[in-house]
């Protein structure tokens, strides 16, 4: 088991609003709401970090309810992480960039349709019957493909956020940088090694293996 869920997470970017590299510098405007957005952001872009690592450094081999309790709390983690998002994108007030009032309602939008598609993926995961391990590999695997679905979720409103200047007034900002998990990985037993996703740029769960090929 543990698998597939693992790759699924780390197919996608899934709206995370983390940044990297430098821009030139940008107008006190656009710097100033960059600094207040990613000020409120930080936390939640380290809960979703944190979230990620407690998916990857379940062993693949661990009994279903382990995999069942880290999935769960990972994906409600994820959820209240894209909640308090959407509102940091709400309380920094529209972008001082063309049509800023339609990127902010857009990006809040998006960000909680994600949130409320990663809560169907915990009552999924919640579900599932660890009392009988094929059943839970079976129904764990149906948790990956639709976390795959939620992956490929339109993130235009997101991407739009994070374009032009205002993307790169937030890529300067410490905030939005991209964060180590605090949670170390545990060592992959043997039979079922977790596996490690790539690292995707916006800090979004790239997910650890969860169910059997």
């Not at 936390?43 to 382990?66: E, M, V, Y």
């Not at 349709?113 to 599932?128: E, I, M, P, R, W």
């Not at 979720?153 to 032009?164: C, E, H, I, N």
């Amino acid at each position: 088991m543990n698998k597939k869920l693992a790759a699924a997470l780390s197919g996608g970017a899934v709206l995370v609003l983390v940044l990297s590299g430098c821009g030139d510098d940008e107008g006190d405007k656009v710097n100033d709401w960059a600094k207040t957005f990613c000020d409120q952001a930080q936390p939640q872009i380290q809960k979703r970090a944190n979230a990620n690592q407690l998916i990857i450094s379940t062993a693949a081999d661990s009994k279903p309810a382990t995999i069942q309790a880290a999935d769960s709390k990972a994906f409600q983690d994820i959820a209240d992480a894209d909640r308090a998002l959407a509102k940091a994108v709400e309380s920094a007030g529209a972008p001082p960039v063309d049509n800023g009032e339609k990127v902010q309602q857009d990006a809040i939008k998006e960000l909680n349709a994600t949130a409320v598609a990663y809560d169907g993926l915990k009552k999924q995961v919640d579900a599932l019957d660890t009392s009988n391990q094929q059943k839970f590999a079976d129904g764990l695997k149906v948790v990956s493909d639709n976390l795959a679905k939620i992956q490929n979720m339109d993130q235009d409103a997101v991407a739009k956020l994070q374009a032009g200047e205002l993307g790169q007034a937030m890529a300067k900002q410490p905030g939005c940088q991209t964060p180590k998990a605090s949670t170390p990985p545990a060592s992959p037993k043997a039979g079922g090694p977790a596996s490690t996703p790539a690292t995707n740029p916006s800090g979004k769960p790239s997910a650890s293996a969860k169910s059997e090929e």
